[in-house]
């Protein structure tokens, strides 16, 4: 708490307390709760004043390097099984929760990571080649060092490659789960996904108009395509992506190379959405090391 607000708390409640002691002579039970409250508060913003700098310097810091994200607040730590890590591959589910920056990846790491992306390159989300193990796996390190990989981790790793400078991943879009939304992103948003399905885009062409209030309503999204402006509405709620903005722009698949737009979310508040080959989720989910189908028609 600032200075400031330390010093106007014990002001206050030394004013209360000297009141109480004036007012409510002799005190009672209830004096004695409300005075004893008020001179502990200001023992303690007494204290938060004149700590030494060495209590300060004796808190635990970041990680030198890493950068702090919106993923921190919601990696889902808390759903790791124990036991064996590969154990969790089969079900979808996060592999470990180790906090110590691994050397070097494990060959269970290696073998989901490689598995993600061979059956996104086999339904053409990615080019062959495009992106390796080793830059994912790096790229968790880097975000979140120490992260075990899983399955949910490994296609979660995407999107913090693409976080660490890298524009253009395949045919992906990254939808974060939870921030500010405006038309910028929006627009960004709308540009990858008609880029993924075909259609190079900036989002300099693409013009967002908001609910009037800035509110919760209806958004106008137009962009040219085509030789035409066309435009589409989505539902508009700044602090969530809208539900219905994918499933509105998937309709401009392109004739020649029909694609299919499928999400997934991998519990890191980023969803991921892939343009893959028309009619090919069946099979991009049989290719990953799951159970549960980790895709769905967006």
């Known amino acids: 708490m600032p200075k400031v607000e330390l010093i106007a708390g014990a002001l206050f409640f030394a004013l209360a307390g000297a009141t109480t002691v004036m007012l409510r002579q002799p005190l009672d039970a209830v004096g004695w709760v409300v005075l004893v409250a008020c001179v502990a508060f200001v023992a303690l913003a007494v204290f938060g004043m004149v700590k030494p700098a060495g209590f300060a310097r004796g808190m635990p810091s970041r990680t030198p390097g890493r950068p702090t994200t919106e993923f921190e607040i919601g990696r889902r730590d808390d759903m790791a099984p124990a036991g064996d890590p590969t154990a969790s591959l089969a079900m979808g589910m996060p592999s470990g929760t180790s906090r110590e920056p691994p050397v070097e990846p494990t060959t269970s790491e290696l073998q989901v990571l490689a598995a993600t992306i061979a059956a996104l390159e086999a339904v053409d989300g990615l080019s062959p080649g495009e992106v390796d193990a080793m830059s994912l796996w790096n790229a968790m390190q880097e975000i979140d060092p120490g992260q075990a990989i899983g399955l949910y981790e490994a296609i979660g790793s995407f999107s913090m490659l693409h976080d660490l400078g890298r524009t253009r991943i395949g045919r992906m879009t990254f939808v974060p789960a939870h921030t500010e939304y405006d038309a910028s992103l929006l627009a960004e948003i709308t540009a990858s996904v008609l880029t993924s399905l075909g259609h190079p885009m900036r989002s300099e062409d693409i013009v967002v108009t ?89």
């Open 210 to 298: 908001l609910p009037a209030d800035g509110g919760q309503g209806t958004a106008n999204i137009a962009f040219p395509i085509a030789g035409r402006i066309e435009t589409i509405e989505c539902s508009y709620l700044w602090k969530y992506p809208p539900d219905d903005l994918c499933a509105n722009l998937k309709r401009f698949s392109r004739n020649d190379d029909p694609r299919q737009l499928v999400c997934a979310d991998p519990g890191d508040q980023t969803l991921l959405y892939v343009a893959i080959r028309e009619g090919s989720i069946g099979e991009l989910n049989e290719l990953l090391p799951a159970e549960i189908d980790q895709f769905y028609e967006a």
